[in-house]
T-cell receptor
């Protein structure tokens, strides 16, 4: 079946940039998403990118998409301690409609 | 606009019991999806409803069922609970099928 993979952990210093990477296998994906989950909470939609775009910027967030390599990344500029959370990459499974999630990357931000 | 709401937020049940979870989508959203989140399996799709019809179903046993009402609110039911059903159950709504999904805070189910 279709799969989404992410590294499990990332640790950065406050003020640095964070880059979270994701690879996916579904070549029919239309949209790719980044969600954030804080402890005890649901998923917060951070941003998404249409599959025919290479880049999308939204304030401190930059999403890069390499469709040829099926590689997606999320860059968080000037990372703050409040950014500590688990970040999930998801693809929309093409025509299926349900989201296929990676296992999540736990971002730890050290002061 | 109010976000997706889920009730109850926490639930403790024993094996063999059944449970019903409720989800109210964002006003105007017509599609509701359910996901199960566990430490071992991560986030897995359960089912999707649109216009009171199940449009898509994940790979879960028949003990897991759901429905959607005419006001787009949705419920999911798990019968004959097993220890492995302990999880965070997340509901997501979207304006229509295959649109961006917005998640609720989840219902934490513990099966003893």
């Amino acid at each position: 079946g279709e799969d989404v993979e992410q590294s499990l952990f990332l640790s950065v210093r406050e003020g640095d940039s964070s880059v979270i990477n994701c690879t996916y296998t579904d070549s029919s994906s239309t949209y790719l998403y980044w969600y954030k989950q804080e402890p005890g909470a649901g998923l917060q939609l951070l941003t998404y990118i249409f599959s025919n775009m290479d880049m999308k910027q939204d304030q401190r967030l930059t999403v890069l998409l390499n469709k040829k390599d099926k590689h997606l990344s999320l860059r968080i500029a000037d990372t703050q301690t409040g950014d500590s959370a688990i970040y999930f990459c998801a693809d929309d499974g093409g025509s299926q409609g349900n989201l296929i999630f990676g296992k999540g990357t736990k971002l730890s931000v050290k002061p | 606009k109010a976000g997706v709401t889920q009730t109850p937020r926490y639930l403790i049940k024993t094996r063999g019991q059944q449970v019903t979870l409720s989800c109210s989508p964002i006003s105007g959203h017509r599609s509701v999806s359910w996901y199960q989140q566990t430490p071992g399996q991560g986030l897995q799709f359960l089912f999707e409803y649109f216009s009171e019809t199940q449009r898509n179903k994940g790979n879960f046993p028949g003990r897991f069922s759901g429905r959607q009402f005419s006001n787009s609110r949705s419920e999911m039911n798990v019968s004959t609970l097993e220890l492995g059903d302990s999880a965070l159950y997340l509901c997501a709504s979207s304006p229509n099928l295959q649109n961006t999904q917005y998640f609720g805070p989840g219902t934490r189910l513990t099966v003893l």
